[in-house]
Each structure stands twice: as C-alpha cells, then as structure tokens.
C-alpha cells in the first residue's frame, strides 16, 4: 500500500512535470499565450516570458526542501493570477468558435481551484484535508470530574 509521503511526493513530482513543460512553452512558443493574454495586460510577450520564468523557477523550488513551502505558495499565487488568462481563451472560444473546445475550457476552469489546493498540499504548505489541525487535536473532551 502506498503511504501519504510518497502519494505527496508523486503528487509534487507531477507538479514539477508540469509547471517545466509549461514553462519552457510559455518561453520557446510564446505565441498562443500571448493571444490569450487578456488587453488590459500590459506588454503580454514580457508577462508571458515572465510567467514562463516563474514556472521554471516554482518547479525546480519544489525539489529543494529548504524552498519548497515557498514555491508552493509562489505556484498557488501565480495559478490565481494566471486565472483571468484561462477565462479570456474561453470567452475568445466561445466568440469565434476557433481552437478547442469546451471539453478542454470547462475542465480547464473548474480545475484552476484544484490546482491552488495541490500546489499547497504538494509543497507541504498545509495538510488540509488529510491530517487534523493542531487545533482540533489539543482539544480534550470535558472530563466528568469537571462537571
């Protein structure tokens, strides 16, 4: 049976994986972000290059113990902040029709929160759901000498 360490630590590499791949995409192809950059961001080639040099540097600070909370809160913090880009290549689907289609923007939308949580999770930021917070655990049921 596989434990919770190493169910977390497949989850973390998974991360890795994916915040590389993105990364180097957003900085050799850089086009197609660039077009689902929403107008009001400024200079969207330099936000893109930038965008792919944060996921660079969140994948590989996941696989330094000493940064890892903090590339788990820095890779939480850029996936909420990339949000507005997801919605905008939804809303140029759903005007011109051109591109893929709901089957991937649908998913793509309702997972951005899952993506917080697991950037979180993985990095050992906090154990939420899985483990009882040190809060719940110190509370002791009312003992009948007390009453």
Do not use: K
């Not at 965008?51 to 330094?64: P, Q």
């Not at 113990?65 to 788990?72: E, K, N, S």
């Not at 759903?94 to 309702?110: E, F, K, N």
């Amino acid at each position: 049976m596989t434990s919770r360490p190493q169910i977390r630590t497949a989850a973390r590499l998974v991360l890795v994986a994916v915040f590389l791949g993105a990364g180097v995409l957003h900085l050799m192809v850089p086009g197609p972000f660039v077009r689902i950059t929403p107008a009001w961001v400024p200079q969207p080639a330099l936000v893109v290059a930038l965008t792919g040099i944060a996921e660079l540097l969140g994948a590989a600070g996941l696989t330094i113990p000493r940064l890892r909370v903090a590339a788990g809160w820095a890779l939480a913090a850029y996936a909420v902040c990339v949000y507005p880009a997801n919605i905008q290549h939804a809303l140029n689907f759903m005007t011109s029709g051109a591109g893929v289609g709901w089957a991937y923007h649908g998913p793509r939308l309702l997972f951005q929160p899952v993506i917080v949580w697991w950037c979180l999770w993985a990095s050992t930021a906090i154990d939420w759901p899985f483990r009882r917070s040190q809060a719940a655990a110190r509370v002791s049921p009312i003992s009948m000498d007390r009453i």
